[in-house]
Structure formats: C-alpha cells, structure tokens
C-alpha cells in the first residue's frame, strides 16, 4: 500500500498557521469520508432491508460503489487500489444481484455492522475530538490574551503566577486534545479503507457461502479476488497498528517534557539568546488602532521571507507582506505598560508598526533577527556566518570597561582646570558596576520635544511660543544676558540611564559604556546634533533649528561630570533629582554626550560654572576671579573659541552617524 499523509504530532505545541491549514484538509477529508459512509451505509441497509427488491437494491450498490472514485479526496493519494477492488466488486455484485435472497442474518452481521461500528466509533469520535480541540483552543487564546495584560510597572508576582500557571495549564490542554485529534485523523486514513473493504468483503464471503449454486466456473477465480482482498486488508489492518502504536510512544515522548516548556516565559532572567538569526516566525501581538485614541492588540503568526515581514492569519493558506525590512530601524520601546515591545519603522519614516512577544528570549531575537535582515545579510553568499561576524564586531567595538581606568594629563595641560580633578591624578578604587547601575536599567536614546512645543509651532497666526519648561522667552533672554558665563557647544545626546551612586567619576564611565554597548547591539548608530549652553546657572540642551530647549537643569544639581579618557569627544554627567522626602534619596540620572571638541573643554566650563556659583556668595571671591580671567567686551568669561559659525550650520543637518 502507498503512504498516507499524516499530520505530524511534534507540530501541535507551536500550533502554527501551517498546520492549521493542514489540518483543514484533514477535516474536510473527514467531512466527505462522513456524507460519503453515510451514503454507502444507507446503500447496505437498502440491501439488508430489502429482501424483495434484492436485484434493484444490488444494482445501486454497484452503482454506488464506483462513486468512491468520483469524491476528489483531498489526501486520496494511496486510494489507487482500494478504487480498483470497489470497481472489481461493482461488477461481483451485477454479477450476483440476481441471487441475493435470503442474507438477511449474514449481511446484518458481515455488511451492515462493520459500517455502523465505523461510523458511530470512528467517525463520531473525529467529531467530538474536534469539538474537544476547538475548546482547548479558545482557553488558550483566552488565557494568552489576559497573560499578555500583564502589567509591566507594577507587577504582582502573586498575579503573574496565577496567570502564568493558568496559561501552562490551558497550553498542555490544547497540546494534548490537539494531539489526540491528529492521531485520530492520522488513523482514520487507514481506517476509512478498512472501512470501506471490510463490508464488502463480508458481504461477498456472504454471498459466496450462501449459494454454491452457478459458482463452479467462476469459485477459483473469485477465491483468489477475494485472498487478495484479504491480505491486503490485513496489511492495512497491521500498517494502521504499527502507526497507531508509533504515535502512541511518541505522544507519551511529547509529554514526558517539564511543564516548563509550557509556560511563555520559562526563563526571564537569563535566557539563551541567538543573536545570529537571519529568520525568525512565532506569534506576536501587533497593535492596531480602532479609533481615534483607542487601539487593540491581536495575536497572529509572522514569519520573515528574504527582506520582508510577513502575517499569516490562522486559517489562512499563504501569508501577506506586512513591510519591507531594508534599512529599516527595529528598536525596544515601552507600549502601554506591556511587557516585550518593539517597534519597526520604515526607512522613510511613514510606516511603523509595534509588536508584542510572548517572552524575553522572543522579545531578543525578534529585535537581533530584524536588524541582521534591515542589513540585507540574507543577500550575502553566507549570511549567517556574515550575521555572526558584524555581531562580533559590534561587541568588540564597545570600550570596555577596563580603558575607563587610565588616566592622561594631556587635557590639563591645554585648558586651566578650575576644581576640576587633575586627569593625572592616581586612580581611587573603582567601584562594583552594581553599587554604580542597577543591572537591567533602561537606556533612553533620545530626548523627544514635548508635543504642546509642535502645537505651538503650528499654531495659527504666529503666537507666541511657550516654553515647555515653564519659562518665557524673555526669561531665557534675561538669565542669558544676567549670567557672567554662556557657552555653546555642538554636541550629539548618546543616551541616559539611573545611577545610584555620584561619589567617583566612574559611575559616569560606567554609564558610557553600558549606553555605547546598548547601541552597538541594538544597531542605533544615527544620532542628532544640538546645542548644549552652559551658563553660570544651567546646562540647556537647545534645537539648532527651533532654539527651543528640549532639556534644562540647574547647574547646581550637576552633582558629577567627567570626560572619557581615551575618546576624547565623549563626555557626561550625573544630575541629582528633587528632594522628595528626607527618607527617600533624590533620583540620580547620567547623560552621555558628544562633542565635536574636547570633552575636557565641556567639563571645564562645567567646572568654571559651578564655581561662580560658590564665588558669587562671596564679591571679594568673585572680583579676584574676574581679575584672573579674560572677559569679552559685554562683561562675560572669555572661556574657549566660539563655535557658532561652521558648526552651527552643521546643526542643522539632522541624522548624523555618531563616530562613538
């Protein structure tokens, strides 16, 4: 006998669109196996039920039995045979239908029975695994929707664990009612042919036991018709043993797993992540809006194909284009306090789509395998070894940590430090990267305009601007023009973190590292020019095209500043938060910048900044430093060579690549 088509049991616990496909087919086969044993059992009952119109009701028979032919199954590969003995017992049956009288005991037990047994074991056993599969499968999707509405901010591990449990259970309910089902519907491909011999072949064996009568010439012949009938029922019969007995062993091998394989998010805290993909599929959550402020969240199956994402919907037979990965942007965003999410972006910035994972190791690859695909490595002649080789790169790219230890004079020499700390001086103890940055700190790469500063800009009839800092133009102007300091440098925001220390500079070295490693690995290498001015009493991070600020601190609460060693452009600082309470210690953020000058230049001026602070409580303090230092023609520090000019037209070109 030829193979049948099976569906495999290994694919039940991913349950992707693919096999849901495949499955359709195996139900619809089901479905015309039913209408179609159906109609032959009422066929065989006519007979039974029949005695008087025994000729009439053998003629349907025949005629029925070529219709097998005739059903387009859609796995009826391997049926080639099964239709040849129906059409050889079509012409038995005109044959003998002239001697069909009194069979009634024997068709009830050879013919009708085995048919009956067929359809009410068999069949209706397809139907109520269905139905069981089909509940399963909504208690799952129902379980994963209150799972992916976890909280992320305020997480209730009593919840989590609640949830998480409910989803492990929901998801090895529908891998077992899934697996049952298959190894139904494997089996019924052997049993259907069984099936449809085995009355047959009692009914003939009926006939032939019944009337010796006229079967001298024809008895050898139909003998060895109806051996062959028998062995190759019989090898069906031990084809469908050894498979229902190979499914068996391999359903109790499927589920003698831990139940952990069963849980979305088996290992948060540490889990293995493959860097290196070039595709990825799995299900996701994509973000749709269903209104003007409202949105939803739908689960559905993605898989990548050369340079595009695609989506298949459950169901569906072939998967649709969602957006073309070239040079697109694939970074970690936080989505409406959900756990996983990222966002892609189209290279022209219209289109940008935000997607969900159903856990941190999903959450990894997903990001990895779309920026080695926005990369067009899958072009190459061997792009995994391509993927590994630009990853490697990147990582090693990173400073580590160790370069942040030395230390070099050479800034001093150039610029006058002012209660700066000598770069030459001796190394203090560096502390543990833990007392300096909580592991797992987020890492902001950009700071965004508050959105009422692109009203205000689009607001009719010119209005006047309001500063998203509570400050008015003229504010600004007037602590610009009461400041004995103001400079201006070109720099470019690299990103920001929480610190949990300010004591030693190193927390700041710390921070540059973690922020450069961050964007190495996550392929954010395009960042934006601005202007950072420092005055005697604030750092104002300010737009070259709209001078509007987009961050500003006192210049008080910059607690800690230095300039790395080794890449001199790099520089940044740690500012200390409000007070909230005296139990409660005020928040610690560092900033990481760079600068088309010395870094060293910006922390002097930062340093020269802080002391005209304390020299400001006290004239005589303050005159003796005014004495010491050259002072521009309206009163102010003389500090470094201006930078407006070249490089404030520069500013104006967004998107530069940073060279950190």
């Known amino acids: 006998m030829s193979a049948v088509h099976r569906l495999l049991l290994e694919d039940a616990l991913q349950d992707s669109p693919q096999t849901r496909s495949l499955l359709s087919v ?10 179609y044993t159906n109609q032959l059992l009422q066929s065989l009952q006519r007979v039974f039920g029949a005695q008087n119109e025994m000729s009439l009701a053998t003629q349907q028979l025949s005629k029925q039995l070529l219709e097998y032919e005739k059903q387009n199954f859609a796995l009826g590969k391997g049926d080639e045979e099964v239709i040849g003995t129906l059409q050889d017992f079509s012409e038995v049956v005109d044959e003998l239908n002239t001697l069909h009288t009194e069979l009634a005991n024997q068709l009830a037990d050879r013919m009708v029975f085995p048919m009956i047994q067929f359809r009410e074991k068999d069949l209706t056993e397809i139907s109520t695994l269905k139905d069981i ?5 909504s208690e799952h999707d129902a379980s994963m929707a209150k799972y992916s509405r976890l909280p992320k901010r305020r997480e209730n591990e009593k919840l989590k664990t609640e949830v998480v449990g409910e989803v492990a259970y929901s998801r090895r309910k529908q891998h077992q009612a899934s697996m049952q089902y298959y190894c139904a519907l494997n089996a019924l491909q052997y049993r259907k042919r069984v099936a449809m011999l085995q009355p047959m072949l009692g009914y003939t064996q009926a006939q032939v036991n019944f009337f010796k009568k006229g079967m001298d010439m024809a008895s050898k012949k139909m003998e060895s018709f109806l051996s062959s009938v028998t062995s190759m029922n019989q090898s069906i019969q031990s084809q469908l043993d050894s498979e229902a007995e190979a499914m068996r062993q391999a359903q109790q091998e499927l589920l003698s797993v831990e139940d952990s394989i069963y849980m979305p998010d088996q290992d948060a805290s540490n889990p293995l992540i493959n860097r290196n993909l070039i595709q990825k599929a799995g299900y996701l959550n994509i973000r749709s809006k269903t209104g003007l402020v409202t949105t939803s969240w739908d689960r559905l199956y993605f898989f990548t194909q050369g340079g595009n994402l695609m989506c298949q919907p459950r169901g569906a037979v072939a998967g ?14 936080d ?5 996983y999410c990222f966002q892609i972006t189209s290279p022209d910035g219209k289109t940008c789509i935000t997607l969900q994972a159903e856990s941190k190791k999903e959450y990894e690859e997903w990001i990895c395998s779309l920026n080695n695909i926005s990369r067009q490595i899958y072009l190459t002649d061997n792009p995994e070894a391509v993927a590994i080789r630009l990853n490697q ?5 990173v400073t580590p940590i160790t370069s942040f230890e030395k230390r070099h004079d050479t800034c001093a020499e150039r610029v ?8 030459g001086a001796a190394p203090q103890d560096t502390p543990d990267s833990l007392e300096m940055i909580t592991p797992g700190t987020p890492i902001q790469f950009d700071i965004m305009m508050p959105a009422s500063e692109f009203l205000d800009q689009n607001r009719a009839g010119g209005g006047r601007r309001t500063n998203p800092f509570g400050e008015s133009e003229d504010d600004c102007a007037a602590q610009s023009e009461d400041s004995l300091l103001h400079q201006m440098f070109v720099v470019r925001f690299l990103g920001s973190m929480a610190v949990r220390s300010h004591r030693s500079k190193e927390v700041i070295y710390e921070a540059m590292r973690q922020v450069l490693a961050a964007r190495a690995i996550h392929n954010i290498f395009r960042t934006a020019e601005s202007h ?28 800690q500043f230095a300039a790395h060693q080794e890449n001199r452009r790099l520089m940044g600082f740690v500012v200390e938060g409000p007070e909230i309470s005296e139990e409660v210690e005020p928040s610690l953020s560092t900033y990481v910048f ?4 010395e870094g060293e230049k910006i922390c002097y001026t930062i340093s020269l900044g802080k002391e005209l602070i304390e020299a400001e409580k006290d004239p005589e303090a303050l005159a003796l430093l005014m004495k010491s230092m050259p002072l521009t023609s309206d009163g102010k520090f003389l500090v470094l060579e201006s930078e407006t000019g070249g490089a404030v037209q520069n500013g104006a070109e967004e998107g530069l690549e940073s060279e950190a």
């Open 393 to 397: 790169t990147a990582i090693q790219a």
């Open 335 to 339: 989505c409406e306090d959900r756990r």
């Open 416 to 423: 006058k430090p002012v209660a700066v700390e000598p770069s």
């Open 320 to 333: 649709g284009m969602v957006l073309d990965l070239d040079n697109s942007s694939v970074m970690a965003v």
């Open 594 to 597: 760079e600068s088309n000058t």
């Open 532 to 559: 950072l001015v420092v005055t005697s009493k604030s750092l104002q991070l300010i737009d070259p095209q709209t001078q509007v600020p987009r961050i500003s601190f006192q210049l008080r609460d910059v607690v």
């Open 26 to 35: 195996f139900e619809e086969d089901a479905g015309t196996l039913t209408d």
């Open 133 to 137: 599969f089909a509940i399963a499968s």
